[in-house]
């Protein structure tokens, strides 16, 4: 795959703030600990690999729509291009022809409207691939999610790129919200872990990658929609 700027040149921002809501099946903690329960382990352990259907929304979240996810996932494509120094030029009309420059975020406005790509933004842009791939998972354009260990290959997940995008969109099917709050759960307790081991100079379970989670953590957390937070502004407070 092509080569990664490391993420650590991104500013993480260590929380150590807990969400006041959880989700439904929130935490489980362990008995005289400030440590989640032991579905850590398994969460550092598994994937997602769960059935593809329909969902109805809830009284107490309304995830973004399939649509608005599929959408959402064009642009990261287009972001994460741009990151790996494919033409701009290129690829702004071909977001204009599909309808979609009115999906920019201010921060990729401004990737696009720069005359040169900086190291950061490049770091930023690149790295949105690991956001693209649990939003493409979501509406079933990913089979299952890996552990969040090894990197994500942009060929493999930017194929719709420069192409006609209607299909792609109509096809999408937002997972059960069953489905899409298990995955929330299981990387917000991975993240705490990693911070946690962050914090306390400890060593990060189950070797997942930081920058890893932290993208699936955002990326999960604008999909189920909690705090009504746009793309820019998504907080991944553990």
């Not at 929304?57 to 973004?64: E, F, R, V």
């Amino acid at each position: 795959p092509p080569k990664m700027v490391p993420y650590w040149l991104v500013s993480l921002g260590i929380m150590t703030t807990r969400r006041e809501r959880r989700r439904s099946g929130g935490l489980g903690m362990v008995k005289g600990s400030d440590a989640p329960s032991g579905r850590i382990a398994r969460t550092l352990e598994i994937g997602y690999n769960t059935s593809t259907t329909q969902t109805k929304g809830s009284m107490m979240a309304k995830p973004q729509t399939a649509e608005q996810v599929a959408r959402r996932c064009l642009v990261l494509m287009a972001v994460i291009a741009a990151g790996h120094k494919k033409p701009r030029a290129k690829i702004r009309a071909w977001l204009r022809q599909e309808g979609l420059t009115k999906e920019l975020t201010p921060q990729e406005k401004r990737l696009f409207a720069s005359t040169n790509v900086s190291l950061r933004q490049q770091v930023w842009a690149t790295w949105r691939v690991e956001a693209l791939a649990p939003l493409l998972w979501s509406i079933g354009a990913l089979p299952r999610m890996t552990k969040p260990k090894a990197m994500a290959d942009p060929r493999k997940l930017l194929k719709p790129l420069y192409e006609p995008t209607e299909k792609f969109v109509q096809e999408a099917r937002l997972r059960s919200k069953r489905d899409l709050d298990r995955a929330s759960t299981e990387i917000f307790e991975t993240h705490w872990a990693v911070r946690d081991a962050q914090i306390n100079d400890k060593k990060i379970p189950g070797r997942v990658d930081p920058g890893i989670v932290q993208e699936r953590h955002h990326a999960l957390n604008w999909l189920l929609n909690d705090a009504g937070e746009q793309w820019d502004d998504v907080s991944t407070d553990t």
